[in-house]
């Protein structure tokens, strides 16, 4: 009996992850977005790019940059509004590892998150062709209509009424999955969402998108008693999950057998996210150990900013975020939470929501949530585990255990 | 073991004298008032803690003389004088000398002259960021060569201390700066901050953070009033420093303000720092093993490393 996974990403421990900030303006303004700075003004110019890509692809062999693999990622606002810039861009990157004899020209992906919203516009689909094997291309859709247009609404200018961007998307679903099969779209929860998490789940594996990598926002909206329609929620798709056997064919982010077990602070100590092993580039040339450490994440404190393409990276910049561990910056109730697996952070969330400028304090809104997912998940696999034992095939599928991949930001 | 204030800095005036890492740009003379230094003496009384004066260059008015004789104190800018550069000699036996590498590399022998001179040298360099590592051999070497001074006073039946060098000897455990742990820094506008450095970045409006503006330029960490309050205190923390925790430089400063401008980070010290530390450690070493030669009895065994710099060999860790 083959059982859907939770899908790894393309060479998940070994590449170096590069994002190009190469807008600040989307189409959108979702309500749940932590992009508090987006604007049309800041758009990245080709000889920014040019510099940041010639100063990575000249350290070939220095520790930051020296891993097998790379991923080129470009990120907005919405990346696909500047197509035109990505595929110069993406021409010049390819010409320059080919021209160099750098290791990653064989080992390299182009990764896109879009709104979707341009997917089947002449100029990226040309871009698809032209890359199509060493891209990855994820398009949001949070699930129902009613789901996704309560938060993924267009820009206005507060007039007129709001106005969802479900239909705009939807259209480009078979396109993209015909493209990419099998590739998973990212959802997010947010406080007002709770009550469609259930039938969104079941309206994308619908729609024929069979992993769902699902996840609630870090910053601190849950209202009192979120947690209980939570779990009710992800119960409620634990139960049609497992009686319609839908785990042959879909995953969903939010059961995993590695979640909710006590961690050891000694020999499970490494931190959640890889900000710092990452470098995003802004449109002044600028780095940073993640973007959500660019000013136009952060709602109440300074970009962390680690250098620029003009001098370098400052590695002192970079000392704090790749020396953090999971117990130093936790309370000790998370550090001895019993629990604590799979309870994910986000460094930039940590950093805004922090008492004093430092990425170690980890914020702690998400508790309740985890806590509640946790017990539903427990749900989920007693019950999916009764099942299989009582049809046979309990033993196989222990033999063939499901690997955690949750999406964390 | 938790650590608790052990000690109160209090800056006696604006221009009083810097003694460690930050220069203190502060020109003009704003004295604590008395009232203030009276609750100062007050609040160090009851919280049982000793009192370091730092001092301005010029005279105190005689009833700031009077008040201060009232407890127990060190004068820093007396009793321990501090040197922006190498005097030929010291009116002191406790003396700290304030040098940029260069100068202490540049002046390193008339240092040494120095040495016969004091019970205690604290060598406090002014432009750590500035030590590339291009400058490790030279400042090995130097040390060396202060080493093999140290070495022959031993001898002599002297042992004058000098921080760099000698303090390592005898640790067995960190023993940093720890400011706003085992030590917290009144100013003269009568309120606490972490270090001086910090007094004086809120003074001119400097952030040492993120190299731009802040929103909010105030450091200070409680007033006579409320009391000390340091949020994320824990941070400050051995236990909270990844770096630090597992290092065995135990005589480093372990400087806070340095971490946060050079890595925005309190507790992760720059490369600088550990490399600098380090340096000394393994010198302090050299120093130790030549003293056991010599009969002298050290119980603490420091152990050959092979790195400069923790942050290269933490997975080793």
Not at chain 1, 16 to 35: E, G, H, R, S
Not at chain 1, 268 to 280: F, I, P, V
Request: negative net charge; aromatic residues 10%; contains cysteine.
């Amino acid at each position: 009996m083959k059982i859907k996974n939770n899908k790894v990403t393309w060479q998940e421990n070994s590449a170096k992850n590069i994002t190009f900030i190469v807008t600040k303006d989307c189409q959108l303004a979702c309500k749940y977005c932590y992009l508090v700075g987006k604007n049309e003004k800041e758009r990245m110019s080709f000889d920014v790019a040019k510099a940041a890509i010639d100063y990575i692809l000249d350290r070939e062999n220095e520790k930051n940059f020296d891993t097998e693999s790379v991923i080129w990622d470009f990120i907005g606002g919405e990346p696909f509004l500047e197509i035109d810039l990505i595929d110069k861009v993406c021409d010049y990157i390819k010409q320059e590892m080919y021209s160099r004899n750098h290791h990653w020209f064989n080992s390299y992906r182009f990764s896109f998150s879009t709104n979707g919203i341009n997917y089947d516009s002449e100029k990226v689909q040309k871009f698809i062709k032209k890359n199509k094997s060493h891209l990855s291309i994820a398009i949001t859709i949070d699930g129902t209509k009613r789901k996704h247009d309560l938060n993924r609404i267009w820009k206005g200018d507060g007039s007129g009424p709001e106005r969802g961007s479900y239909d705009d998307v939807v259209r480009n679903i078979p396109l993209w999955q015909s493209q990419f099969p099998g590739v998973g779209t990212k959802v997010t929860i947010s406080s007002a969402d709770i009550p469609y998490i259930c039938e969104s789940v079941l309206h994308l594996y619908d729609l024929g998108i069979h992993q769902v990598n699902i996840n609630c926002v870090f910053e601190k909206v849950w209202k009192e008693g979120d947690d209980k329609l939570f779990e009710e929620q992800l119960m409620m798709l634990a139960d049609t999950i497992i009686d319609r056997d839908l785990y042959i064919e879909n995953s969903c982010s939010f059961f995993s057998e590695d979640l909710g077990k006590p961690l050891d602070c000694k020999l499970q100590n490494h931190n959640w996210c890889g900000a710092g092993k990452m470098l995003a580039i802004d449109a002044q040339g600028n780095f940073y150990p993640c973007t959500r450490f660019a000013q136009y994440s952060l709602r109440d404190k300074e970009a962390w900013i680690i250098g620029n393409i003009h001098d370098g990276i400052d590695n002192n910049k970079l000392r704090p975020f790749l020396t953090l561990d999971r117990c130093t910056q936790s309370t000790p109730e998370c550090a001895d939470c019993e629990v604590a697996e799979g309870c994910a952070w986000c460094q930039g969330e940590n950093y805004d929501a922090a008492k004093t400028h430092t990425v170690f304090e980890r914020a702690t809104a998400i508790c309740l949530m985890h806590k509640a997912r946790v017990r539903a998940n427990n749900y989920y696999w007693n019950k999916l585990y009764r099942k299989l034992e009582l049809e046979g095939t309990r033993e196989e599928f222990e033999n063939q255990k499901p690997k955690s991949n949750d999406i964390i930001c | 073991m938790k650590k608790y204030y052990q000690y109160i800095v209090i800056l006696l005036d604006d221009t009083s004298v810097s003694y460690c890492h930050a220069d203190n740009p502060l020109k003009e003379k704003r004295l604590i008032p008395l009232e203030v230094l009276r609750e100062a003496i007050l609040f160090s009384m009851k919280e049982n803690l000793m009192i370091q004066f730092v001092y301005p260059e010029y005279e105190l008015p005689k009833e700031y003389n009077d008040l201060i004789e009232t407890i127990d104190h060190i004068k820093i800018g007396k009793d321990v004088l501090v040197y922006d550069s190498v005097p030929t000699n010291v009116e002191r036996k406790n003396v700290v000398l304030r040098l940029a590498i260069a100068d202490f590399l540049a002046k390193q022998y008339d240092i040494a002259l120095l040495l016969p001179k004091v019970t205690r040298l604290n060598i406090s360099i002014t432009d750590i960021e500035n030590f590339k590592d291009e400058l490790i051999e030279d400042y090995r070497t130097a040390l060396e060569m202060l080493n093999s001074v140290l070495l022959n006073i031993y001898k002599g039946g002297n042992s004058p201390e000098i921080n760099i060098l000698t303090d390592r000897l005898r640790l067995n455990e960190m023993h940093n700066c720890d400011a706003g742990v085992e030590n917290i820094t009144l100013a003269p506008n009568g309120k606490f901050y972490l270090c001086p450095a910090f007094y004086y970045d809120e003074q001119m409006g400097v952030s040492t953070r993120m190299n731009h503006k802040t929103k909010d330029a105030s450091r200070s960490v409680g007033d006579l009033e409320v009391g000390i309050n340091i949020p994320n205190k824990q941070l400050l923390e051995l236990e909270r420093a990844p770096l630090c925790r597992i290092c065995d430089a135990y005589h480093c400063n372990r400087c806070i303000w340095l971490n946060q401008k050079l890595t925005w980070d309190n507790n992760t010290p720059s490369r600088q720092q550990c490399v600098m530390a380090h340096i000394e450690r393994n010198a302090s070493r050299d120093l130790s093993n030549k003293l056991k030669d010599t009969g002298f009895v050290l119980e603490n065994e420091i152990k050959e490393i092979n790195y400069l710099d923790p942050f290269d060999v933490k997975e080793e860790f």
